[in-house]
C-alpha cells in the first residue's frame, strides 16, 4: 500500500482545500484527486440543493465522471442543511473513501462547515417547534441587511455570515437567551480532529475573478435555470439564499432584463468573499498546519501536490 493510500484512514489528518469563492478551488483540488485517486467531498453549503446548479458553480457531469465526489446535490431546496448535519454526512463519507482505499479532499468554502468538522459543535439547545416556526417565518421576512443588524446587537462574533448562518443566530438567540457562539464555545471540549489545510487564494485578482465567472454563468443558462426552479421551488426556500438567485428571480419575475441586477450581485459576491476572506484568516491563526498558496503562480500545482503528500517543504 502506498503512503497516499495508508494516510485514508480514519486517524489521519483531514485534507481541507478552501479560500473564498471564485479563487480556484475546485479546479486545484479536482487535478489534486485525479493525480492522487482521492475522493472529492464537496464543503459547500450552497452545492448540497438539488437544482441549483449554475449559479453555485457545481461541478459539471463532466467533472464528476472524472473522480468520485460527495456532498452535491444531498438536500431539497426547501430543506435547512447545519452546519452539525453536514459534519455528520462528511464523518461518513470520509469513512466510506477510507474503506475503500481512497484518500479524500474536503473542498469549499463553507468555514462553519468545516470548522463544525474538525471542531464538533456542542448540542445546541432544545426548542420549542411552533415558537421555532414562528420565529423562523419573523425572522424570514427580514432583509438581510437588517438581519445583519440584529446579529451584531445578539451575537457580533457571527454579523459578518451570511443569510442562513445569520438567521439561525438570531433565532437561537431569542428563543434561548443564549448567543449560539457561546453554544459553540462549549462543543471545545470535544475531542478535534488533526486537520491539514491549504487555503487558495489569488490575492488582489480575485475582484476580477469573481467578475468574470458571474459573467460567464449569465451566458451559460443561469437565467434560465432560475426560471425553471421558480416554477416548484418555493420563494422562501433556503437554497434561494445562495448569492444571485433571488437577485435573478425577482428580475424573472418582474419580467426586467436580468443584465440590470447583475451588478447587484456582483457586489454581493464580492462582499461574501470578503467575509470568507475574513473568516478564513483569523479562525485559521492558531492552527498548526496551514498553506497559504496563489493557484496563478507558476508552482502552484507543485507546491500543492507536496502539500498533499505531507511534504514540509511545500
Known amino acids: 500500500m502506498s503512503s497516499i493510500a495508508a494516510s485514508a484512514g480514519a486517524d489521519a489528518p483531514l485534507r481541507i482545500i478552501c479560500g473564498p469563492t471564485a479563487a480556484g478551488k475546485s479546479a486545484l483540488a479536482l487535478a489534486l484527486a485525479e493525480r492522487h485517486g482521492a475522493w472529492l467531498l464537496s464543503a459547500d453549503s450552497r452545492q448540497v440543493y438539488r437544482g441549483f446548479d449554475i449559479g453555485t458553480a457545481k461541478p459539471t457531469a463532466a467533472e464528476r465522471s472524472r473522480v468520485p465526489h460527495r456532498g452535491l446535490d444531498v438536500a431539497e431546496p426547501t430543506e435547512r442543511w447545519s452546519a452539525a448535519r453536514w459534519a455528520q454526512d462528511a464523518a461518513r463519507w470520509l469513512d466510506e473513501a477510507a474503506a475503500a482505499g481512497h484518500p479524500?479532499?474536503?473542498?469549499?468554502?463553507?468555514?462553519?462547515?468545516?470548522?463544525?468538522?474538525?471542531?464538533?459543535?456542542?448540542?445546541?439547545?432544545?426548542?420549542?417547534?411552533?415558537?421555532?416556526?414562528?420565529?423562523?417565518?419573523?425572522?424570514?421576512?427580514?432583509?438581510?441587511?437588517?438581519?445583519?443588524?440584529?446579529v451584531a446587537e445578539l451575537d457580533a462574533s457571527r454579523a459578518h455570515l451570511?443569510?442562513?448562518?445569520?438567521?439561525?443566530?438570531?433565532?437561537?438567540?431569542?428563543?434561548?437567551?443564549?448567543?449560539?457562539?457561546?453554544?459553540?464555545?462549549?462543543?471545545?471540549?470535544?475531542?478535534?480532529?488533526?486537520?491539514?489545510?491549504?487555503?487558495?487564494?489569488?490575492?488582489?485578482?480575485?475582484?476580477?475573478?469573481?467578475?468574470?465567472?458571474?459573467?460567464?454563468?449569465?451566458?451559460s443558462g443561469w437565467p434560465e435555470e432560475v426560471r425553471r426552479l421558480a416554477g416548484h421551488v418555493p420563494p422562501?426556500?433556503?437554497?434561494?439564499?445562495?448569492?444571485?438567485?433571488?437577485?435573478?428571480?425577482?428580475?424573472?419575475?418582474?419580467?426586467?432584463?436580468?443584465?440590470?441586477?447583475?451588478?447587484?450581485?456582483?457586489?454581493?459576491?464580492?462582499?461574501?468573499?470578503?467575509?470568507?476572506?475574513?473568516?478564513?484568516?483569523?479562525?485559521?491563526?492558531?492552527?498548526?498546519?496551514?498553506?497559504?498558496?496563489?493557484?496563478?503562480?507558476?508552482?502552484?500545482?507543485a507546491r500543492a501536490d507536496r502539500w498533499f503528500r505531507g511534504s514540509d517543504d511545500a
Open 104 to 150: 479524500a479532499l474536503l473542498v469549499g468554502g463553507s468555514g462553519l462547515w468545516l470548522r463544525a468538522l474538525v471542531r464538533p459543535l456542542a448540542d445546541e439547545p432544545p426548542m420549542d417547534p411552533d415558537r421555532r416556526r414562528a420565529m423562523q417565518d419573523a425572522l424570514g421576512a427580514l432583509p438581510t441587511t437588517e438581519l445583519r443588524r440584529w
Open 236 to 301: 422562501d426556500a433556503p437554497a434561494w439564499n445562495a448569492c444571485g438567485y433571488r437577485e435573478i428571480r425577482e428580475a424573472v419575475d418582474a419580467g426586467a432584463p436580468v443584465a440590470a441586477v447583475r451588478d447587484r450581485i456582483l457586489v454581493a459576491t464580492r462582499q461574501y468573499a470578503k467575509r470568507q476572506r475574513t473568516w478564513f484568516r483569523t479562525q485559521l491563526a492558531g492552527e498548526p498546519d496551514v498553506l497559504r498558496l496563489d493557484p496563478r503562480a507558476p508552482d502552484a500545482l
Open 162 to 219: 451570511g443569510r442562513t448562518q445569520l438567521l439561525r443566530a438570531a433565532e437561537v438567540a431569542l428563543l434561548t437567551g443564549t448567543r449560539l457562539s457561546d453554544w459553540h464555545a462549549a462543543g471545545a471540549a470535544k475531542p478535534r480532529r488533526a486537520a491539514r489545510w491549504l487555503v487558495v487564494d489569488p490575492g488582489e485578482a480575485l475582484p476580477g475573478a469573481i467578475a468574470g465567472r458571474l459573467d460567464r454563468m449569465l451566458i
